[in-house]
């Protein structure tokens, strides 16, 4: 049974610094994992992204230059160090995994699993 099990998140002020953590388990092998955050009030949008193979990596406009997504293969869990948080940066975010390559890893069909969630609160 597949498991992501995300940590990390917390209370910061803006202009700090997290980083999250997702641990895999019940399966080694991956197309790609990525990041999504969900706000109030707001749909579950992309964040990041990061092919297995090659460690190619998407990012979304908002979060480009500001966070960067990493994966540790040996420990089947990916990062994502979030820097020069802004309050527009809260929500909840949710680790993702998929296993095939048709659909756009910017898409949430992308992906077969997803982790609970951590929150992410960034204070003015």
């Known amino acids: 049974q597949v498991q992501l099990v995300e940590s990390g998140g917390a209370l910061v002020q803006a202009g700090g610094s997290l980083r999250l953590s997702c641990a895999a388990s019940?399966?080694?092998?991956?197309?790609?994992m990525a990041w999504f955050r969900q706000a109030p009030g707001k749909e579950r949008e992309f964040v990041a992204a990061i092919r297995w193979s090659d460690e190619t990596t998407t990012y979304a406009a908002a979060v480009k230059g500001r966070f960067t997504i990493s994966r540790d293969n040996a420990k089947n869990t990916v990062y994502l160090q979030m820097n020069t948080l802004n309050v527009e940066d809260t929500g909840v975010y949710y680790c993702s995994a998929g296993a095939g390559g048709a659909i756009p890893l910017i898409l949430r069909g992308a992906y077969g699993y997803w982790g609970q969630g951590t929150q992410v609160t960034v204070s003015s």
């Open positions: 019940g399966r080694t092998r991956w197309y790609a």
